[in-house]
């Protein structure tokens, strides 16, 4: 009976501490442009300093869950891959000790055949006449569809090398261009557009199809090389290459990026399918990658000839299956080997805390150790 009060009492407690958080001041409001969404959460008990709260964001795709960050309540995520996506809000008050959760579906999805035929003008290159494709399931006379194209041009496109324009992909756009209004050429609400640029040059343009009736839309980048010149400077990438050796240990890869050539150097960027970001870079033809996770990976090289004055890109692929269990930095095959130990001057350390150790490594990965006082 004792037990059976208590229990009660400690319900009654509870249900006490949930009554004294008044959540209903809460609120989680949501704007979104296209693939961008930003999140405001607001209300009379944030003021107080026991409250705190935290965004995250779950991945149906890959069922995992990833915090993060706000500015004073406002949250913002750019979704680069379609999908179902639910950002959670969770909010607590760590003196009452009491909590609740807010939360928001997302859905990017893609529109089936869209796409866009870009016609050049074959009598003044400055022109081009653009034409974007009925959705599959769609007719050219619904009205729900809305057909969009922009414009944009400026430093960010120009300084870049060839390969690097040639090679950029949509999620580095999404990523890394800020859109400035300073860019902005123009845009056309037609299916149908006709556009003479003012001037020669590189010019990033957007294609979006919007249907506002469930308030979902496609987009799409495409890169135009306005005026181009088709004559390309002559360079010998003979000497190009791409290799590694059999990792030592297994998330250790030394790559090689070709002969030894003082006019070529070479920029190379490491990208995670795993996490979808670039993680590493580098600028030596040689050089040394510790991979901190499995998964497959891409390197992407960019090769600059400054003797003939041009540039290319080349990419290859590696998967990475495992993480070593140990300290140990080789695996040794056949016989055990000996591992000495060796000071900071090279020399050997025959006694180490007292005693000589002595470590042996097998193929198999297990280790033997001998300590001999």
């Excluded at 004792?2 to 009554?19: D, F, R, T």
């Excluded at 009452?96 to 859905?107: A, G, H, I, Q, S």
């Amino acid at each position: 009976m004792k037990k059976i009060i208590a229990l009660l009492m400690l319900l009654v407690s509870l249900a006490s501490a949930n009554a004294k958080c008044d959540w209903s001041s809460l609120k989680l409001q949501q704007w979104n442009n296209r693939n961008y969404y930003k999140w405001y959460v607001s209300g009379k008990v944030l003021d107080d300093t026991c409250v705190d709260w935290m965004f995250m964001v779950y991945d149906f795709q890959t069922k995992k869950t990833d915090t993060v960050f706000d500015n004073r309540g406002i949250c913002e995520v750019q979704f680069n891959v379609k999908g179902k996506y639910k950002m959670y809000l969770k909010v607590w008050n760590k003196c009452k000790k009491c909590d609740t959760t807010l939360y928001r579906e997302v859905n990017i999805i893609q529109f089936p055949g869209a796409k866009v035929t870009i016609t050049p003008s074959t009598s003044n290159c400055k022109k081009y006449t653009f034409q974007m494709s009925v959705i599959k399931g769609s007719s050219v006379k619904d009205t729900c569809m809305d057909y969009y194209l922009m414009f944009y041009s400026g430093p960010w496109m120009a300084k870049m090398s060839q390969g690097e324009w040639d090679s950029l992909t949509d999620y580095q756009i999404g990523m890394e261009y800020d859109f400035p209004d300073d860019d902005f050429l123009f845009y056309t609400e037609t299916m149908t557009a006709s556009a003479e640029f003012k001037n020669a040059g590189r010019v990033l343009m957007i294609a979006q199809w919007y249907n506002k009736c469930v308030g979902q839309d496609t987009f799409m980048f495409r890169k135009l090389d306005v005026c181009k010149t088709t004559t390309k400077p002559r360079c010998n990438w003979s000497k190009l290459g791409f290799g590694y050796g059999k990792p030592m240990p297994c998330n250790v890869y030394k790559f090689e990026l070709g002969s030894i050539d003082s006019c070529i150097s070479y920029t190379s960027y490491i990208y995670s399918f795993k996490t979808g970001k670039w993680t590493d870079t580098f600028t030596t033809r040689t050089f040394t990658k510790v991979f901190t996770d499995t998964g497959r990976y891409k390197v992407y090289v960019i090769a600059r000839n400054k003797c003939g004055g041009c540039d290319t890109a080349y990419s290859n692929f590696v998967t990475v299956t495992c993480q070593p269990t140990s300290g140990i930095n080789e695996v040794i095959k056949s016989e055990p080997k000996l591992i000495r130990m060796y000071d900071m001057l090279g020399r050997p350390v025959h006694n180490a805390r007292e005693n000589e150790i002595t470590i042996y490594l097998y193929s198999d990965g297990s280790t033997r150790k001998v300590i001999k006082k």
